[in-house]
């Protein structure tokens, strides 16, 4: 089973939309979950009404703390971490799960629909968090809780690499409808990531050591 963790932040007109494009394309065992802010009553009516989970935000406000509560909160044998700017492809899930038949992978990096060749989307397998966290000096969380936003999944990436245990399947596809892509319009949860971009950037900067 997969848990799609979403946090999501005063955005809620697409939300029913984003559950509606998951279960038209997603044929594994699966359970939507969202995280939100606990002031961002519009959003959390308009979550509950798509039928998905709820969970509230237990650490300082941003997607970090969102992320690292919905991974805590939940207990399927894998994860995936999405967005509410996220167009989920058909069969990105059937396709991810070969790698982690065929392989000895805890991640796994999936096509952004950039076909880069390098992704901070994937899908994880949770015990590969219960044995080593996600971060190479804190325990059980996914991303470290020092970054807004920015990096974070970065860090998360570059950590399973450096472990061994990260592989790409460019044939899974969710698609990140991000303004930077040209996929969307630039609006105020955007600038509010952007707002945190510098201090994120440093944190990078200052643990790269880490993983290179």
Sequence with gaps: MIDIIIPTFHRPTVLQKLVDNIHLNTTVEHKITFVLE??????????????????????????????????????????????????????????????????????????????????????????????????????????????NHNYADTEFAQTAIKRGVFKVCTSSIIEHMHWAFGKSKKDAVYEKSNATAIEDSKIYQSRQHLWT
């Design 38 to 147: 606990p002031d961002d009553t519009e959003s959390i009516k308009s979550a509950k009404a798509t039928g998905a989970d709820i969970l509230i935000n237990k650490y300082p406000e941003g997607h970090t703390g969102s992320a690292n509560t919905g991974y805590q909160e939940t207990n399927g044998e894998f994860f995936t971490l999405g967005n509410d700017d996220f167009n989920y492809h058909k069969n990105w899930d059937t396709e991810v799960m070969k790698y982690f038949s065929n392989s000895n992978a805890g991640v796994v990096g999936v096509n952004d629909g950039t076909n880069s060749g390098f992704t901070a989307i994937t899908v994880v397998r949770r015990k590969y968090i219960e044995e080593n966290s996600g971060c190479m000096d804190i325990k059980n969380v996914i991303y470290n809780p020092g970054y």
